[in-house]
């Protein structure tokens, strides 16, 4: 019987198979943070269970905490009672924990594939809707609620109907100046944002074999933005070579073992989808986004479109009209971190853009690393330097300007370019308007003060020392 | 055990709107609570103060069991919240076209009703709702939703509904299977699973 690559690691995790129930599903791993793990604690707690095996469990502290320098000073008094329990159940349940003051904290989705946690043929659950970006490494990684937490820390399972598989298979080479954000973002305006509900994608094509695996992940990462439970790449030799001497990876004769035994995680030829979608990627442009959710995107030099019943409410918030286009329009704040786009490829991206150069006068840029390990390697390679002297912030890390639950807002009214996944209304502070992009894209725009994917004229040039 | 529920029977609010994501249902910034409780009065805050006319801002409204909504309801993030601030307001069920998946299994562990039916059927409905006072009775044992004098049939998973109307949890079914599970977890070291745990940080 010929499999896809979902089947294979679907079969392999299932304990329990009966008709008319959801399967009983085995999870290798979870990823823990703040926000949506402490009503799960008190679930258990409250029905007198215990985690079954706490080392399946790894936690980090992200979404609330402020970047700034002296971050340990947590003003938000909410916020701070949601980092003290963390803490707290952490050590009652004897469970990992990436603490502010950790080598390993940062972003939940940076942090596990740093320490080599991600690995091929895993189920690896988090309570966060982003953790399809470990798919990357060909795991079953899927975002789940509160409750399905509980049920793994008391249980070890879920229960969860097998999902629909969707092939995604990307034809041609990716243009110079676009990157797996503009890959993601491009399919997921044209199947839209509920566009593969319902199912786990595979994303396949030569284009795909060619990414690096920080750009794996950035394209993975975003698979919830057209309603995809999950989406993963099988493994190859880039993805070993990514996990190997990583403190969670197998020693020894155990690395043999797991690589032949990783090299089986692809799907058969002429296998079965539920779904194909095919995409040419050989003209593709620097993807923008107009609207309101990822849907509503185009190609750089393209213009708004006329559609759907919602683009009118859309437009009324982004305070823009159709067959306007996005090049050229002036932005407030530039944005770089996140799980998408946060980890030091994307950094060094930026930084090669802003080298020499000045961002302008009117545009506040933050640039947020992943992680502490992110962090640590920026300024062993001497870019926060380059971005300082560019006029941008170098913050400390965190999920920062994604989401708008810490300090880093973007102020009601203001025009943000960003290099994160989600522009919803409101998604970076409120009344704040998001246009989601590449790391470059955002990097040029800084320059520029308007949107934009490649060197403007207007911008200020450094003077030659 | 769970509230055991067989039979929903109330008001619909109409809110035929697609792609509700869970940004709108409850921002990010009410998040950093630690408890189950308290999101109701910020639910869909943002709507609710762009529109004085909004749904939930209508006196009539106030005590509605049902939303009426349109497709690929609650997209986004997993933040269960967003299941548990719709139920303080008072709903009991949520008519679609689509749910988001994460949504779904969100609102199934906490006994919140998600009902698919065609678009079509939606706004007919919908615009009932906004036209007069439009009561529905939903029988999860029959699957059946009367509404006046026609009744239609909606497709409910068949453990999702024995758990609801029998009032049982879908962890006690899970804790039930936990030898099956713990020699799956077992087998599965070092021929399918190769971490190497004492990596964790110290």
Known sequence: ?465 | MNKQITTIQGLCAPMMMDDIDTDIIIPAQHLTQTSKSGYGQHAFARLKQADPDFVLNQNKYQKAKVLITGDNFGCGSSREHAVWAIQELGFQAIIAPSFADIFSNNARKNGLVLIEQPVTLCQQWAQQAKDHEFQITIDLVTAKIQAGNEAYLFDINPFFQHCLTHGHSELDYLLSQQVAITRHQQAAINQQLFIDFTGAPQ
């Open chain 1, 1 to 465: 019987m010929k499999q896809n690559i979902v089947e294979k690691i679907w079969q392999q995790h299932v304990v329990q198979h009966e008709s008319g129930f959801p399967d009983v599903l085995r999870i290798d791993f979870a990823l823990l943070h703040e926000v949506t793990s402490a009503q799960a604690f008190a679930m258990i707690e409250e029905q007198g269970l215990s985690i079954q095996n706490p080392k399946q469990f790894l936690a980090t502290i992200d979404h609330s905490i402020p970047t700034r320098q002296n971050r340990h000073e947590i003003y938000d008094q909410t916020a701070k009672q949601q980092i003290e329990l963390l803490r707290n159940n952490c050590q009652k349940h004897g469970i990992t924990l990436c603490d502010l003051d950790s080598q390993h904290q940062g972003i939940v989705h940076v942090v596990g594939p740093e320490l080599g946690i991600t690995q091929p043929g895993m189920t690896l659950v988090c309570g966060d809707s982003h953790t399809a970006t470990h798919g990357a490494f060909g795991t079953l990684a899927f975002g789940i609620g509160t409750s399905t937490l509980a049920h793994v820390f008391a249980a070890g399972a879920i229960l969860m109907k097998r999902p629909k598989v969707m092939r995604v298979h990307f034809t041609g080479q990716l243009p110079a100046n676009c990157y797996a954000k503009d890959m993601i973002m491009y399919l997921i305006a044209q199947i839209g944002i509920g566009g593969a509900t319902g199912h786990v994608i595979e994303y396949t094509g030569e284009a795909i074999q060619v990414l690096s695996m920080e750009q794996r992940m950035t394209l993975c990462n975003m698979s919830i933005e057209c309603g995809a439970i999950a989406g993963l790449i099988a493994p190859d030799q880039t993805t070993f070579d990514y996990i190997k001497n990583r403190p969670y990876a197998p020693k020894g004769a155990q690395w043999q073992t797991a690589t032949d035994f990783w090299k089986s995680l692809h799907s058969d030829v002429a296998c079965d989808y539920d779904q194909t979608v095919e995409l040419d990627i050989s003209l593709l442009q620097p993807q923008v986004s107009w609207g309101t959710n990822p849907e509503q995107t185009i190609g750089i030099n393209q213009v708004i479109p006329t559609g759907k019943i919602n683009f009118n409410e859309s437009l009324d918030y982004v305070k823009l009209t159709t067959a306007q286009p996005l090049a050229g329009l002036p932005v407030d704040w530039a944005f770089v971190g996140s799980c998408t786009n946060g980890r030091i490829e994307d950094l060094r991206v930026v930084a090669q853009i802003l080298d020499g150069h000045q961002i302008a006068e009117h545009v506040t840029m933050y640039i947020v690393p992943g992680s502490e390990q992110v962090m640590q390697q920026a300024q062993a390679e001497g870019l926060d330097q380059i971005f300082t002297t560019a006029g941008a912030e170098f913050r400390m890390p965190g999920c920062s300007m994604c989401l708008g639950m810490n300090d880093d807002k973007v102020p009601a009214g203001s025009r943000c370019i960003s290099s994160t996944n989600r522009n919803f209304i409101g998604r970076q502070g409120t009344g704040s308007i998001t246009h989601l992009a590449s790391p470059a894209t955002v990097a040029y725009s800084a320059l520029a003060g308007f949107i934009t994917s490649e060197y403007q004229n207007t911008y200020t040039q450094k003077e030659a020392s």
